[in-house]
């Protein structure tokens, strides 16, 4: 009898282990795969996981660390712009260094990785050394550092993202990988926030920022484990035109060029109110920093399900689809901050947000990469992100200028208004390729064939 229940035990032990490692690749499908593909997949789950946790301490709290050293609305604003133009003027070296060096997986890991985490650390320590408006101005010198060395590995990483997920499951991967994701975010959201208000002062935030280089660490440990893929072009990719200059090149993919269009609108609109509802918040309805961060859990909690439900409707119905619906909904999420009296009364705003955005980040995504020809993918996303980039700073910095002014009420206004243009624009003129481009063949690192 012992021995069959050790039997038993060793078997539900291996059926927890096998589910355990199905979970971290993505889900069942992956178990087709060959073990270097779903060795990869599983460390860029555990990547994404930890990253999530970093980076939501980081957009959370750093704008209200900032507001604690002293910092001024018009100061914060003036931070979100030179932060997104910083990261612009390094978006397109980061790809012509992808293109002339390859080693994609080297350059995130020092750049984002290295670097921008680094900051993280650094904007713990400036209390210690400055005080008044010299401390505000070294922690967004340091924010400003984050941000364009964050951004000066994105075309390595979209690049080799697009090479480590196969093309025909991405929506459930993303969509698998995203909901590890949000519960990593709402958990770290929601205990680093008890632990400032805890802490209290500059003190707590310090600690946070703390927090969030050591996790930042383990994603970048995770991603550097990864075994960068030998991509090789199909046959037809050398008749591609890839020589062609890049204006002339661009002119051949109208719909990149409209995608990229209708993103700069929708990104500057984003970025007006972006910077502003945490400070909102905390000075206009008087929340705590433990505040803030559960109602951003209540954000995250609300994207699970949007994370299921999308990514199966993304494999279905198209990413175009996903996006138009989210997109033509999300415009109502400011107009309600501009009705809120209360912190409690973004609790609804912030169920629907949660949800909305999490199917048309998934689908936002999935469409730049089949919008992106494979020969000049990094290239591509570099100029797909300093559009984002250079319109999110005049969002910030226009959506500074009125808050400082005229106070909050007319920046989510604006906001919601020209994210609404953005959507109407993208239903206008932005469709789906008619098939995607055929996914490249890859081989680990250490192949020998």
């Not at 439900?309 to 993304?314: I, T, Y």
Request: with cysteine; net charge positive.
């Amino acid at each position: 009898m012992a021995g069959i229940g050790r039997r038993n035990s060793v078997r539900m032990l291996r059926r927890l282990r096998r589910r355990a490692w199905q979970f971290t690749t993505g889900g069942r499908w992956t178990a087709q795969l060959p073990p270097s593909i779903r060795q990869n997949l599983r460390r860029f789950w555990f990547d994404g996981v930890f990253a999530s946790s970093s980076d939501s301490i980081a957009v959370t709290y750093l704008s209200l660390f900032v507001l604690a050293l002293g910092a001024t609305r018009a100061q914060i604003g003036l931070m979100s712009a030179l932060a997104s133009l910083s990261a612009a003027l390094l978006l397109l070296p980061g790809a012509i260094l992808v293109e002339r060096r390859g080693r994609r997986k080297r350059i995130v890991v020092l750049s984002g990785g290295g670097v921008s985490r680094l900051a993280l650390l650094l904007l713990a320590l400036v209390p210690l050394f400055f005080a008044g408006p010299t401390a505000v101005y070294a922690a967004i010198a340091l924010v400003i550092l984050r941000s364009a060395f964050g951004n000066l590995g994105v075309p390595a990483w979209v690049s080799l993202t697009a090479d480590i997920v196969p093309l025909s499951w991405r929506g459930r991967y993303f969509s698998s990988r995203n909901m590890a994701m949000g519960v990593a975010n709402m958990l770290t959201t929601f205990l680093v926030g008890q632990l400032i208000t805890l802490v209290g002062g500059t003190n707590g935030y310090q600690l946070a920022m703390g927090l969030a280089f050591a996790v930042g660490m383990a994603s970048t440990y995770s991603f550097a484990r990864l075994e960068e893929p030998l991509v090789l072009a199909p046959p037809e990719a050398k008749d591609s035109g890839s020589q062609l200059p890049l204006l002339q090149h661009l002119r051949a993919h109208p719909d990149f060029l409209f995608f990229c269009a209708t993103a700069a609108i929708w990104n500057l609109s984003i970025n007006i109110a972006g910077p502003f509802f945490n400070p909102y918040l905390v000075e206009s309805l008087k929340a705590s920093a433990g505040v803030v961060g559960a109602l951003s859990v209540v954000a995250t909690l609300a994207a699970l399900p949007g994370q299921r439900l999308f990514g199966s409707l993304v494999d279905r119905w198209g990413m175009r689809q996903v996006q138009l619906v989210t997109g033509l909904l999300i415009p109502l999420m400011p107009w309600a901050w501009a009705l809120a009296r209360s912190p409690w009364h973004v609790v609804p705003v912030n169920l629907a947000a949660g949800f909305l955005w999490a199917g048309y980040e998934l689908a936002n995504f999935n469409f730049l990469l089949i919008l992106t020809p494979e020969d000049r993918r990094p290239r591509y996303t570099a100029l797909y992100q300093i559009v984002v980039m250079v319109a999110l700073a005049g969002g910030a910095a226009l959506g500074g200028i009125v808050a400082q002014r005229w106070g909050y009420t007319p920046v989510f206004v604006l906001s919601g208004i020209g994210r609404l243009c953005a959507a109407l624009l993208f239903a206008r003129f932005v469709h789906q390729p008619a098939s995607p481009s055929t996914a490249k063949r890859w081989l680990p690192s250490g192949s020998k064939k």
